[in-house]
């Protein structure tokens, strides 16, 4: 059980640490591009801290397709790549704890 | 019974995949259907990829923005939002097939699935796994790029190797005497037609079946999704040099080890090695069943006096092995089971769906059943 927690526990951070890199993806976000309700809610620090790590974190991942030769839009890739792990860690998180049925119910007919 | 080494290997490894998943989503368990999702990723994909596809190859006037082939695929890839990501989904994906099919295979074989009645399932599988490396094969000509051409002219001179009807087979294949436009079309009905037949090849594939699992739960189908996304990223699409038809040259090429194999032996072995090889390895893989299979099987044998003709049995079976007929004259029911020891497997199942002791297998007593199960159920409780 523990070994399912502990997946659980990595496909949760991977699906969040997809899905909140997937506007930084392609490239183009900015700080300024972030919902106005984060001002409103005076969480300028966590949009500050946001766009450097994702800003970053995507700037690193162009570096690596540019050196890969990619064609195409890289930030694209780098978009495939966050809803991958999205996608990747949400499903590992469910299949670890998801709803099992390991105790099947096995009816016996009582012959006659 | 014995269990041969393979599967007790089997059965370990489900049984890791058990420990880290719960047993609802265990691959291993789908080994068969998760190439039938992987189909429909394809289908999709490559709906996307036909909608800008432009099957032709002229290339005189590249200087004026024509549009071929190549071209179109360029579009796709650089300036289609997302072209480059389909296309690489639809690449990898093929890829996916081939491994999951050979998993799928590969399993099969090893816990004795494709004895007896299941024959049909084995040589329409083979079939359609030579069906997807062709599709698969063809996909490649479509770029239609410096490697496209070197694999059509290589298939071109394999194929007029071949007595008698060589020469027509490549005609065939380049839908002309030579590499022309309709080239390019005969490529892509190929490549789409067989797609499509794959579908009245895997109505064959389970025929026999009664239940057969074909569709992975979504997780397993979003875990595979994920990982093909990943590897989207890692391996990405990489420039190609259009075709010409005036070179000659025959420049070294990646190879995708999944769908050219055959191309690979073919440099390595020349044309005598590669037919030797294509030839004794399908019929290798197809007459294995034979000799492998002869082990017999006692079908299960119905009490004609204790049939009530429910039908349990029937509705149970595996592998639609029983059939339910008008019972004789003067009995008490309308219905009596009976087997079609060709396609009886001996698993059993009918004699535990029975409740009236009417079905036996002949060396195994239906109480020696019941109570094996019983056994086998204390334990795991
Ligand atoms: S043993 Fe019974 S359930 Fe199993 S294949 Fe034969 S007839 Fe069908
Ligand atoms: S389950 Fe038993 S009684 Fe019912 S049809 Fe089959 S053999 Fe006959």
């Known amino acids: 059980m523990a070994i399912r927690v502990v997946i659980m526990a990595i496909g949760i951070a991977a699906c969040l640490y997809g899905s909140i890199m997937m506007p930084w993806a392609e490239m183009n976000m900015t700080k300024e591009n972030l919902p106005h309700t984060l001002t409103l809610l005076r969480l300028e620090p966590v949009a500050d801290a946001l766009d450097s790590v994702f800003g970053q974190t995507a700037e690193a991942h162009k570096a690596s397709l540019d050196a890969k030769e990619a064609e195409g839009n890289r930030g694209e890739y780098v978009y495939a790549f966050a809803i991958g792990l999205a996608i990747l860690g949400g499903a590992l998180a469910v299949a670890a704890i998801g709803s099992a049925d390991e105790q099947e119910k096995m009816l016996m007919p009582e012959k006659k | ?381």
């Open chain 2, 1 to 381: 019974m014995e269990t041969s080494v393979w599967t007790k290997v089997f059965l370990v490894t489900e049984d890791l995949f058990n420990k880290i998943a719960t047993s609802k989503y265990n691959p291993l368990y789908y080994h068969g259907a998760l190439p039938q999702f992987i189909m429909y990723v394809l289908f999709l994909s490559g709906l996307l990829l036909f909608a800008y596809y432009v099957p032709t190859i002229d290339n005189a006037y590249v200087s004026k923005n024509l549009v071929n082939a190549f071209t179109s695929v360029k579009y796709i890839t650089n300036d289609i939002p997302f072209g480059a990501v389909v296309r690489a989904v639809h690449r990898y994906a093929g890829d996916a097939m081939v491994v999951a099919i050979v998993l799928h295979m590969v399993r099969v074989w090893f816990t004795d699935r494709y004895r007896q009645y299941r024959w049909v399932q084995w040589e329409s599988g083979i079939v359609l796994l030579i069906m997807v490396l062709f599709i698969g094969q063809t996909g490649y000509y479509l770029i239609w790029d410096e490697r496209s051409l070197i694999l059509t002219r290589m298939t071109v001179s394999a194929l007029e190797t071949i007595p008698v009807i060589g020469v027509g087979l490549g005609h065939w294949f380049l839908n002309g005497r030579a590499i022309s436009n309709l080239t390019l079309s005969n490529f892509l009905f190929i490549h789409i037609g067989l797609s499509f037949t794959l579908l009245f090849g895997l109505w064959i594939h389970y025929v026999r079946m009664t239940r057969p699992v074909i569709t992975p739960p979504p997780v397993v189908n979003y875990v595979l999704m994920g990982l093909l996304l990943l590897v989207v990223y890692l391996f990405p699409i990489t420039a190609t040099k259009m075709a010409d038809l005036q070179s000659l040259t025959t420049n070294s090429m990646d190879i995708d080890l999944f769908f050219l194999f055959p191309y690979w032996v073919l440099s390595q072995t020349g044309m005598f090695g590669f037919w030797a090889f294509t030839i004794i390895g399908t019929l290798a893989v197809c007459l294995i069943p034979l000799p492998m299979g002869a082990k017999p099987i006692e079908a299960a044998e119905v009490v004609n006096t204790k049939c009530t003709g429910c039908t349990f049995c029937s509705r149970d079976c595996p592998y639609q092995a029983i059939e339910m007929v008008p019972a004789p004259a003067g009995s008490r029911f309308k219905l009596i089971a009976t087997v079609k020891s060709y396609r009886c497997s001996g698993c059993g199942v009918c004699v535990g769906a029975c409740a009236f002791d009417a079905i036996d297998l002949p060396n195994l007593l239906d109480t020696d059943v019941t109570e094996k199960i019983k056994q086998l159920s204390k334990a795991q409780s």
